[in-house]
């Protein structure tokens, strides 16, 4: 159903595994899809698949961290579809530089010397500020470039990323946790301060998919599971990690004005159960 006809939607980080995939469904459904990334081979190259199966897509580089470079994207998205219509904030990730390589600290490990320790002692402060730069402010500025178009016309949808993270941290990645608990927080603050001029803001919060930003983390070369792998799936009762196209059906809902007019502000998890197992 092309129940999108004549909307244009952006999509922020479109050239990665799962933000391509809900660039491609929102281009099914009828929307002319802009797809921004910080490669712009990726983000074309999206842009061609949807523009070969029948849809109608533009490819642009962009910087989330940069404003010029984001007005830059949004006037070349004007220029081409219009005025933005759906945005959907999905950049973000982590960085090693936030992360530690123990899930707990040990006394011992207060006077070790050991090669590759990284203790909550160790994170290097730019490398979390990355982290949430990439994540909050990533957020942000997108929305404050392509909003501002939704709030003059009083009609628009903005859809975030949010994460498992923001539930309930995960262990060794302190900055992404705290980074994607701010998106969920945003995303409702986002939800009250937009209300009066229309525009609704809601996030999706993915369970556990791979993407090429965590494979190596959940999978070994041989393509069996790594232990953090399989302490995922052991907490995430349907036994599997989600398929990019799990995705698609709480994207097309949340930012259908017909059924969901009236959600605002949620964030909604597709995890498969992970948020609502408890591990006993």
């Known amino acids: 159903m092309k129940k ?25 459904a009828g929307a002319k899809v802009a797809i921004l990334d910080l490669k712009e081979e990726a983000a074309k190259k999206v842009a061609d698949d949807i523009n ?48 530690t390589s123990k899930e707990f600290l040990f006394p011992e490990d207060l006077k070790s010397e050991l090669a590759g320790l990284t203790t ?57 946790s705290g980074a994607k608990a701010a998106i969920s927080n945003f995303t ?28 190596t983390l959940l999978t070994n070369p041989d393509g069996s599971l790594t232990a953090r792998g399989n302490t995922i799936l052991a907490h995430t009762p349907m036994g599997k990690f989600g398929k990019p196209e799990d995705l698609i059906g709480a994207l097309l809902f949340l930012t259908d004005d017909e059924q969901a007019g009236f959600i605002n502000g949620i964030v909604l998890p597709v995890d498969g159960a992970f948020a609502a197992f408890s591990g006993v």
């Open 52 to 99: 070969a199966n029948g849809g109608s897509a533009i490819g642009i580089s962009a910087n989330v961290l940069d404003i010029e470079s984001l007005k830059a994207a949004e006037k070349i998205v004007s220029d081409t579809f219009g005025p933005c219509d759906i945005l959907v904030n999905g950049a973000g990730g982590n960085n090693p530089k936030g992360t």
């Open 4 to 28: 999108f006809n004549g909307k244009v939607a952006v999509v922020t980080g479109g050239g990665g595994i799962l933000c391509s995939v809900m660039a491609k469904a929102l281009a099914d």
């Open 188 to 215: 409702q603050w986002l939800a009250v301060h937009f209300s009066k001029v229309n525009i609704r803001v809601n996030a999706i919060a993915p369970g556990f998919f791979l993407t090429e930003q965590n494979r």
């Open 120 to 176: 909550f002692f160790d994170l290097d402060p730019q490398g979390v500020g990355f982290v949430f730069n990439l994540n909050f402010l990533g957020t942000l500025l997108p929305t404050q470039v392509f909003a501002r178009k939704m709030a003059e016309r009083q009609a628009g949808n903005i859809i975030n990323i949010s994460s498992m993270n923001a539930f309930c941290p995960l262990t060794k990645i302190p900055a992404y």
